[in-house]
């Protein structure tokens, strides 16, 4: 059982990335996953999750509207598009999943214990 998180870089202000979240080992398709970061000196917060159905998802504020999470079960993969970065978003971003409800995304928030985590990809943004 596995994730494996991909698709960090460094990039300028105002750049687009996309992440990428690829299991193994399991079917994503009964699982919800969630996109979390953690920048230098700061706890790790969670950033954008996605139902098991990919019918419902939720965003932090502060990058609602600039980042968009989907899902791809013949895939078996979760994505984050990231538009319109800012220094503020440099991070080690982290996929995690869990086994819930189809629509449920009650539990993104933070410190959330989760059920699977990849390990990070290094997202940097220069100004």
């Known amino acids: 059982v596995q994730l494996q998180a991909s698709g960090g870089g460094l990039v300028q202000a105002g750049s687009s990335l996309r992440l990428s979240c690829a299991a193994s080992?399991?079917?994503?398709?009964?699982?919800?996953v969630g996109w979390f970061r953690q920048a230098p000196g700061k706890e790790r917060e969670r950033v954008s999750c996605i139902a098991s159905s990919g019918g419902s998802t939720f965003h932090a504020d502060s990058v609602e509207g600039r980042f968009t999470i989907s899902k791809d079960n013949a895939k078996n993969t979760v994505y984050l598009q990231m538009k319109r970065l800012t220094p503020d978003d440099t991070a080690v971003y982290y996929c995690?999943?869990?086994?819930?409800?189809?629509?449920?995304?009650?539990?993104?928030?933070?410190?959330?214990?989760?059920?699977?985590w990849g390990k990070g990809t290094q997202v940097t943004v220069s100004s």
């Open positions: 080992g399991f079917s994503l398709e009964y699982y919800a």
């Open positions: 995690a999943a869990i086994g819930r409800a189809p629509y449920d995304v009650s539990w993104c928030v933070d410190g959330y214990d989760m059920d699977y």
